[in-house]
């Protein structure tokens, strides 16, 4: 499957932010990650072969350093939006 740059908008809520600071400074290459009101603003261009392993990929890493780490994101390729809480997908859409 050929890779694909995905853009990233997610709130990353955890109890430990100094240890999930660093794990998003070294994943998110391009971009900016945001602390605000207790949770960080995630908004970056990420490459992988789909939003699922992508999503996979960046929590497994949080949550390495801090378990209780949640993660709302949205995928976006083109016009199709795929969001998540955490691991599940909680739907896409396709915009005009």
């Given at each position: 499957?050929?890779?694909?740059v995905y853009?990233?908008?997610?709130?990353?809520?955890?109890?430990n932010?100094?240890?999930?600071?660093?794990?998003?400074?070294?994943?998110?290459?391009?971009?900016?990650?945001?602390?605000?009101?207790?949770?960080?603003?995630?908004e970056?261009?990420?490459?992988g072969?789909?939003?699922?392993?992508?999503?996979?990929?960046?929590?497994?890493?949080?949550?390495k350093v801090?378990?209780?780490?949640?993660?709302?994101?949205?995928?976006?390729f083109?016009?199709?939006?795929?969001?998540f809480?955490?691991?599940?997908?909680?739907?896409?859409?396709?915009?005009?």
């Amino acid at each position: 499957m050929a890779k694909k740059v995905y853009e990233l908008t997610a709130s990353v809520n955890t109890e430990n932010p100094q240890a999930v600071r660093r794990v998003l400074e070294d994943l998110i290459k391009s971009g900016s990650v945001t602390l605000t009101d207790g949770s960080f603003q995630v908004e970056a261009k990420m490459v992988g072969e789909s939003a699922r392993e992508l999503n996979r990929t960046l929590l497994s890493a949080l949550r390495k350093v801090e378990k209780k780490t949640r993660l709302r994101a949205e995928w976006a390729f083109g016009k199709r939006v795929e969001r998540f809480f955490d691991h599940v997908p909680k739907g896409s859409s396709t915009g005009s």
